[in-house]
Nanobody
Framework: EGQLEESGGGLVQPGGSLRLSCEAS????????MMWVRQAPGKELEWVSG????????YYADSVRGRFTISRDNAKNTLYLQLNSLETADTARYFC???????????????RGQGTQVTVSS
């Protein structure tokens, strides 16, 4: 089993942007779909976005479509999530997660990292 380490979170004002990164190690990153999930205090885990192993096909939750962009660099074993037009409702801890196959970019996942906190507040 490998490891996932997220970074890039922080405090941002509504309308602002952040770029999250997730460095993967210990498994063949380029052969697995990946995804981002988030969890706000007192709320259930929410799937946010997913991408297939080759980075060709992407998926988004309705709540973030048009504002967030998922991407990956298989040469760097890194997954990204660009967050634009952030809203207070986007405040949550964001986790990257390893899909179960090359195309399984939605829940369930094999495992996830420790997460990075995103707080949207004025």
């Amino acid at each position: 089993e490998g490891q996932l380490e997220e970074s890039g979170g922080g405090l941002v004002q509504p309308g602002g942007s952040l770029r999250l990164s997730c460095e993967a190690s210990g498994f063949r990153f380029s052969t697995y779909a990946m995804m981002w999930v988030r969890q706000a205090p007192g709320k259930e885990l929410e799937w946010v976005s997913g991408i297939d192993s080759r980075g060709v096909t992407t998926y988004y939750a309705d709540s973030v479509r048009g504002r967030f962009t998922i991407s990956r660099d298989n040469a760097k074993n890194t997954l990204y999530l660009q967050l634009n037009s952030l809203e207070t409702a986007d405040t949550a801890r964001y986790f990257c997660a390893k899909g179960q196959t090359a195309v399984s970019a939605r829940l369930p996942y094999n495992y996830r990292g420790q997460g990075t906190q995103v707080t949207v507040s004025s």
